[in-house]
């Protein structure tokens, strides 16, 4: 029965289980059967994929390198030790065969940017010692070449100064992962992301701009046409990067924990104490921003907010979403959604459930906000079921809206904290309405660990549809 799984199946499980645990795997793979040993033998490219770390047989790797001969390698390199030089030399004179590099600047000492014209995927961490004229060093091309990485695709910087990042950057990347180690300029943050103009997904963690100053010959708003993904991890100011980029076709956006702590959080002892910032920058100006028609981004389908709103915000995020015809999953975990719904009735609209639950809440759009939304999550810390239950009703299955002329599609998920503030009879009203509902409050994670054997297993099973999960996790049908 081995012998019918064609060898192209074979070899691409093969390098699964080498990505996933190692190496090695392979000699175990030769014992199985004659035809996995012939596999093995005569696949270079499996040998190709090289992971060097502690545990690292020094031996073992110059051997491995010598099996992958010519063939694409992705490398690997975590921890070095000096009885690896042999096998890591090995691997610089093959430089031109890598195509998949997790490496550090320091790897990159004896070789020049020439030589890494196969690369299509690269994640680089900064050395430390490593400075600019090592950077001046590795991308001189001494008039032999346009310096230019023709393959690369994928590019995921850590750490870098600008003499080791900048050059790495052309139109070929599609996909840019930007963790920078200090503050830096909104205006080098923009020119950056100029320079990638082709990016489809986009991720920045831990930016800092600290300078705003944008000087009138700077083209802005920087576009970006194919951007569909974009993640704003731990920046402060996000609104400043945000405001000046255009992505009309985004399909995923993700802002999380960039909220500016205004006092030290009680459990950190004093001796840790950091300088606390200003207040949050309110992120009103980029919602303002793209809900003009060349920056609104029409098809956004997935849209998560964390730990970044101020109540002030939440009416123009209401606005905003308004303009939002094709959303069809949205997670709001922030604690300014429940707060600003607690605010006296006014000409605008602060109570986001309320928005949800009503035919009319698009406001001046007219018609349902989000009419395409499915996947609903919240997570606050003063969210009540008075809250979530208008909700469900409007947009569940059985709602009394069905004549409504806005088309829309039903509520089919619903996650959020329902158990503190919900009767059993409330609940029982939940499983009527949505399809399949989670409740994620405190007492109910605790409790998913209270049922051992076969109860406690069936709780991590995709659940089918009309299933809801509460208290200890155990589904009830429909």
């Known amino acids: 029965m081995l012998d019918s799984i064609p060898h192209e199946i074979l070899i691409t499980i093969f390098e699964i289980v080498i990505y996933t645990w190692g190496i090695h795997f392979l000699p175990r793979f030769r014992l199985v059967c004659r035809t996995w040993n012939i596999i093995v033998v005569t696949t270079p490219r499996l040998w190709g994929i090289v992971v060097v770390d502690k545990r690292s047989d020094p031996t073992q790797l110059a051997r491995q390198v010598s ?8 490398i690997t390199i975590r921890h070095t030790q000096p009885a690896h030089e042999k096998g890591l030399r090995m691997l610089l004179d093959l430089a031109s065969n890598w195509v998949d590099a997790d490496i550090s600047t320091s790897m990159l000492r ?13 994640r680089l961490k900064f050395n430390g010692k490593m400075g600019d004229f090592d950077a001046w060093e590795f991308f001189n091309t001494q008039g032999v070449t346009p310096l230019t990485f023709p393959r690369l695709r994928y590019f995921a910087a850590y750490g870098l100064p600008e003499s080791w990042l900048l050059p790495f950057l052309s139109p070929s990347i599609t996909s840019f992962e930007f963790h920078p180690r200090a503050a830096l300029k909104l205006l080098q943050i923009l020119r950056y ?20 100053y944008l000087p009138q010959n700077f083209k802005l708003p920087l576009p970006l046409p194919h951007l569909t993904s974009l993640e704003i991890n731990r920046v402060t100011y996000p609104v400043t990067i ?5 992505a009309p076709s985004l399909r995923t956006l993700v802002i999380k924990d960039s909220q500016i702590p205004t006092e030290q959080p009680p459990w950190i002892p004093p001796f840790l104490h950091r300088p606390c910032r200003p207040e949050l920058i309110p992120l009103s100006p980029f919602f303002i921003a793209w809900s003009q028609p060349k920056s609104l ?22 606005r905003w979403l308004a303009r939002l015809p094709h959303l069809t999953c949205l997670g709001l975990h922030d604690d300014a959604i429940a707060r600003a719904a607690e605010l006296p009735p006014s000409r605008e609209e602060t109570n986001l459930f309320a928005a949800l639950a009503s035919p009319d809440g698009a406001g001046a759009v007219g018609g349902w906000l989000c009419p395409s939304l499915t996947r609903l999550q919240f997570s606050t810390a003063d969210l009540q079921m008075k809250d979530i239950l208008p909700l469900a009703r409007a947009r569940g299955r059985w709602s009394k809206h069905l004549n409504s002329n806005v088309p ?8 959020a904290p329902l158990c503190p503030s919900g009767s059993a009879q409330e ?6 309405l949505v399809d399949e509902v989670v409740c994620t409050c405190l007492g109910c994670q605790f409790k998913l660990f209270d049922f051992p054997g076969e109860e406690w297993a069936t709780m991590f099973r995709t659940p089918p549809l009309n299933h809801m999960y509460l208290g200890c996790g155990i589904s009830a049908s429909l």
């Open 408 to 415: 829309r599609s039903f509520l089919h998920f619903l996650d």
């Open 67 to 74: 099996m992958a001969k010519q063939s694409p390698l992705s």
């Open 193 to 212: 992301l100029s320079q990638i103009p082709q990016i489809a997904s986009l991720l920045l963690h831990g930016v800092e701009p600290s300078d705003f």
């Open 110 to 122: 004896p070789r020049r940017c020439i030589d890494l014209y196969m690369l299509e995927t690269l």
């Open 427 to 432: 609940i029982d009203e939940l499983r009527e």
């Open 297 to 318: 981004p029409v098809h956004l389908r997935s849209l998560t907010l964390s730990q970044c709103l101020g109540v002030s915000d939440v009416a123009f995020l209401i």
């Open 242 to 246: 945000l405001s000046e980029l255009v």
